[in-house]
């Protein structure tokens, strides 16, 4: 099965901007979609973005505009790019499989939007 390792997070002040980035410990090239979730302080995990093969993406209502989600199959790496950052995005960031049924979840990158 494969794994993934989350790195790039970190503390930020309101309007700044961090890239995250998820390593894969195998080829992503099959995988017909990749995601970004987080899990804010009390909160349900819930999907951020998701990125097709073909590169159709999908960003929830809160971050659209502001997040940019790319992969590399090559290099079996998925990225979030995140601008304007303000501290209701405050979570922990995992990427995964989607949907993600049945896949192992990493241990995620702490991002912290704090003045």
């Known amino acids: 099965q494969v794994q993934f390792v989350e790195s790039g997070g970190g503390l930020v002040q309101p309007g700044g901007s961090l890239r995250l980035s998820c390593a894969a410990s195998?080829?992503?090239?099959?995988?017909?979609?990749m995601g970004w979730y987080r899990q804010g302080p009390g909160k349900q995990r819930e999907l951020v973005a998701r990125?097709?093969?073909?590169?159709?993406?999908y960003y929830v209502d809160s971050v659209k505009g502001r997040f940019t989600i790319s992969r590399d199959n090559a290099k079996n790496t998925v990225y979030l790019q995140m601008n304007s950052l303000k501290p209701e995005d405050t979570a922990v960031y995992y990427c995964?499989?989607?949907?993600?049924?049945?896949?192992?979840w990493g241990q995620g990158t702490q991002v912290t939007v704090s003045s």
């Open positions: 995964n499989t989607w949907p993600s049924a049945g896949s192992s």
């Open positions: 195998g080829s992503i090239s099959s995988v017909y979609a």
């Open positions: 990125i097709t093969n073909g590169g159709s993406t």
